[in-house]
């Protein structure tokens, strides 16, 4: 007769490394961002004190906004330095907190996935509350670093894209353009019109994204081609851009259309904009002329939206009715040249690495 068993014995954790690697900022660029403006840095392991976890990083998102950050340090809410390692947003799982079975009060357990601010790092020491611990909505963890939630929180509560709308989405192949065109076609767009600044991109958005069509940054004057592809004008605006893209959209603005502005990469990266920021000149009469409400937005500001995108996410993605545009990179020292590449426009969607 077989001995009775006894408690089940938890599987054991692998051994943790006694070092992690981080990129750090090694000098401001005069200009665009190079290989020889960062570092990949060998550091002890980090440990966690009270109140915080030690998270190993599946992955982080390299995004554009960044930039402004390395060019001169400033962040809402954030300061970068020379000799700083740089942060993002990351998902990764916990692997240790000094308490038992996880943090004072509760919060993430060894064996969790979060989703955290501290990226651009193998291994990082997260304050508890600082964590988001995820669920099984997404049938990939990589998935919770969509900005697809920018995009729904826009397009759900600072404008409502309502049915009949025609929507000009500015960055149409970005990492929330890209999910932008899509969602405003869930939400009841009749006509979705995405703008990018290379042919191969435009036709992608229209072969892969559903976009009705796109026109090119670059070619002739977007304002004409917005006119030409959206003839009785736009309703929705969600602009990414600002710049040339702004003013065309103004320009095309139906009687009471809704503008939501969740970016300005057009002042960020343009070579005047890397030393200050110059702003867009647009038409405020036609603004006032035909009633066009613009509003800043976000996501931060309506957490409310981010339970809510992630189950509808899931259930799109579980469905086929939506995709997750987005490139892997492996290995954390290839952060920098995924940096450069992101800014430089050369990947459809989102980009991230996997250190």
């Known amino acids: ?55 190993r990083n599946r992955a982080f998102l390299v995004f554009a906004a960044l930039l402004r950050m390395v060019i001169d340090g400033h962040y809402p809410g954030a300061a970068l330095r020379p000799g700083d390692a740089l942060f993002g947003p990351a998902v990764g799982e916990v692997v240790a907190a000094p308490a038992p079975g996880g943090p004072p009060g509760g919060g993430p357990r060894p064996g969790d996935t979060v989703l955290h601010q501290l990226g651009w790092r193998e291994y990082a020491v997260v304050p508890a509350e600082q964590c988001a611990v995820v669920g099984p909505e997404l049938p990939d963890p990589v998935a919770h670093l969509s900005q697809g939630w920018t995009a729904y929180g826009a397009l759900t509560r600072a404008v409502e894209v309502r049915p009949g709308d025609t929507v000009f989405v500015t960055g149409g192949a970005g990492a929330v353009g890209s999910l932008a065109g899509q969602l405003a076609r869930l939400l009841g767009a009749e006509r979705v019109i995405g703008s990018t600044g290379s042919p191969d991109k435009a036709r992608r958005l229209v072969a892969e994204l559903g976009y009705d069509a796109a026109v090119v940054r670059g070619a002739e004057p977007v304002a004409d081609q917005l006119a ?22 103004v320009a095309a603005a139906r009687p009471g259309a809704r503008f939501v502005l969740v970016g300005g990469l057009a002042t960020q990266l343009a070579p005047e904009g890397l030393g200050g920021a110059r ?37 799109w993605l579980a469905s086929g009715r939506i995709s997750f545009p987005h490139t892997r990179l492996a290995g954390i020292e290839s952060g920098p040249r995924a940096f450069r590449e992101v800014i ?6 989102a980009v991230v690495v996997e250190p």
Request: hydrophobic share 40%; aromatic share 4%; no cysteine.
């Open 344 to 349: 430089e426009g050369r990947h459809l969607g």
């Open 228 to 249: 030409k592809a959206a003839p009785d004008g736009v309703d929705v605006l969600l602009d990414t851009v600002g710049g040339e893209q702004l003013r065309a959209a």
């Open 279 to 315: 702003p867009a000149a647009v038409d405020w009469v036609r603004v006032v002329l035909n009633r066009v409400t613009l509003r800043g937005f976000n996501a931060a500001d309506h957490p409310d939206a981010l339970p809510e995108w992630n189950r509808r996410f899931g259930d």
């Open 1 to 55: 007769m077989p001995a009775p068993s006894g408690p089940a014995t938890p599987p054991a954790r692998p051994l943790l490394p006694r070092t992690s690697r981080e990129v750090r900022l090694l000098s401001r660029p005069d200009g665009l961002p190079a290989a020889e403006h960062f570092e990949v840095a060998e550091v002890p392991l980090p440990r966690p004190g009270p109140g915080e976890v030690l998270v």
